[in-house]
């Protein structure tokens, strides 16, 4: 698996032009990044920085010496002809590493062959046959390559899917990429080979490319291994290549038969002088490195007694993970952070377009929710009723209670003068209750809440509701 993620720097990896994602094409760009000659290159500290820490997060050696290298190849969009690279086993920043992932209750290590530091290219936008345009806006942003190892660790699409969950969290964890895969930030080619049952010898391999999705991930890789599989049945041979994925069509189509290593023609750089990393610089980044997504998960088992899959939500995200611990540490019981977190904050997340460090739901006014609920001042349903209120408006809930009157009725006299009326008004359900239907239950305490408009306590409206049934008899 090969992935490519664009790293978080305020410049581009050679130049001083910013690395912002939609500026007007062309306007972010300097005689360096277009490749003019007579420029010369000077590397970017930070990227340097975020992928060691990288490398240093996925268990890797860090090259005592990191070299940049010339690939060579001539593409439009690519204004040297080369692109600044890492090349070999000992001189890229990160080699020899490994990621854990967790399947079906398994560990499982996936090794890493290299981690390194690159330079990103162009972007071509095809209209009609023979008319293209080219941002070069994106040439010279900062850009790490993850590769596994060969021969490979990865068997099936769900554990391919699993490594790459678990590589984005800790990217997003480290703040070095902010792994948005639909804006192309984290990309990731797979290369899939098949073998006959039993046997460890692989056969051709491609390359898959345009995967922006996990869900595409998984669905790549499940269309090319049954495409391999039914070229060598009826006796065809695999043709090592370059394809492209069309989500919308489901099936993979070939881009270019793949280019071997001798045709990149590599060779040092001979303008950039080589990086010592030296062990206090290690030392003091390895301190900057937070506790990792499968570490953490597995503390919110241990601590928080929560399921393996409400550990899993809520740590696939650094922010989402901070969000939990805020409200943990303003007591709030954590299974009850984890719900409201996971389905009614997610939902409004998700139909706002907002990411959580956004929401103008804080975890304090998460927390004092769920006070007035632990408390008996309101409703459940009131609560979820608050609960989009602030999500719009960010007041705190104990404010717009006190404001409304959204206080829970506590009377009995006024909640089963309620019920009663509720009774009387509904007649047929009465007589179905009485016949054995005891069901019908559900919709008196639903006729009960609209009449008191949410502010009865539902278990104590069924209650009093059964009582007085008794005497309607
Ligand atoms: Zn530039
Ligand atoms: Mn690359």
């Given at each position: 698996m090969e992935v490519h993620a664009q790293l978080l720097t305020e410049s581009k990896m050679f130049c001083a032009c910013p690395t912002r994602?939609?500026?007007?094409?062309?306007?972010?760009?300097?005689p360096v990044c277009l490749g003019l000659p007579g420029t010369l290159p000077v590397p970017n500290k930070k990227a340097v920085e975020h992928v060691i820490r990288t490398a240093l997060a996925l268990n890797c050696r860090i090259a005592p010496i990191a070299l940049f290298y010339r690939k060579n190849y001539f593409y439009p969009d690519l204004p040297k002809g080369y692109q600044i690279s890492q090349y070999g086993e000992v001189h890229p920043i990160g080699t020899h590493g490994y990621l854990e992932i967790e399947l079906n209750g398994e560990r499982k290590k996936i090794r890493i062959r290299r981690v390194h530091l690159e330079e990103d290219t162009g972007k071509l936008f095809h209209y009609l046959p023979g008319e293209s345009e080219v941002d070069?806006?994106?040439?010279?942003v900062p850009l790490m390559e993850i590769v596994t190892d060969f021969p490979p660790d990865i068997h099936s699409p769900e554990e391919a899917r699993e490594y790459l969950v678990q590589l984005r969290a800790i990217l997003t964890y480290l703040k070095v990429?902010?792994?948005k895969m639909e804006e192309g930030s984290l990309r990731c080619e797979p290369n899939i080979s098949v073998a006959p049952e039993g046997s460890n010898q692989l056969g051709v391999k491609t390359e898959l490319k345009n995967l922006n999705s996990f869900r595409s991930v998984v669905r790549g890789i499940e269309f090319e291994v049954q495409r391999q599989i039914q070229i060598l049945e009826s006796g065809g041979q695999v043709v090592q290549e370059t394809r492209g994925w069309s989500e919308e069509g489901a099936y993979s189509f070939p881009m270019r038969t793949k280019e071997f290593?001798?045709?990149?023609?590599y060779f040092p750089e001979p303008d950039i002088v080589p990086i010592q990393i030296t062990e206090e610089w290690l030392e003091s980044l390895r301190k900057t490195i937070p506790e990792l997504p499968l570490a953490k998960a597995e503390r919110y088992r241990r601590e928080?007694?929560?399921s393996d899959y409400d550990a899993r939500v809520l740590t696939a995200d650094y922010d989402t993970a901070t969000y939990f611990e805020r409200c943990v540490a303003l007591g709030v019981e954590p299974k009850t952070a984890c719900n409201w977190i996971t389905v009614e904050l997610q939902a409004r997340l998700n139909e706002t377009g907002r990411a959580i460090s956004e929401s103008p739901l804080t975890p304090s006014h998460l927390a004092d929710l769920v006070e007035l609920i632990q408390s008996g001042t309101i409703s459940g349903r009131i609560a979820k009723e608050l609960f989009d209120e602030v999500f719009q408006t960010g007041r705190m809930p104990s404010e717009i209670v006190k404001e409304r009157g959204?206080?829970?009725?506590?009377d009995e006299d006024a909640l089963r003068a309620a019920a009663r009326q509720v009774l009387e008004e509904n007649p047929d359900a009465v007589q179905k209750y009485h016949a054995g239907k005891t069901s019908v239950i559900g919709f008196l305490v639903g006729q009960m809440m609209k009449a008191t408009q949410g502010r009865a306590n539902p278990q104590r409206a069924q209650q009093l509701l059964r009582e007085e049934l008794e005497k309607f008899r």
């Open positions: 994602f939609g500026d007007a094409p062309n306007t972010n760009v300097c070069y806006n994106r040439a010279g990429c902010d792994g290593e001798q045709d990149y023609r928080y007694g929560l959204l206080v829970q009725i506590s």
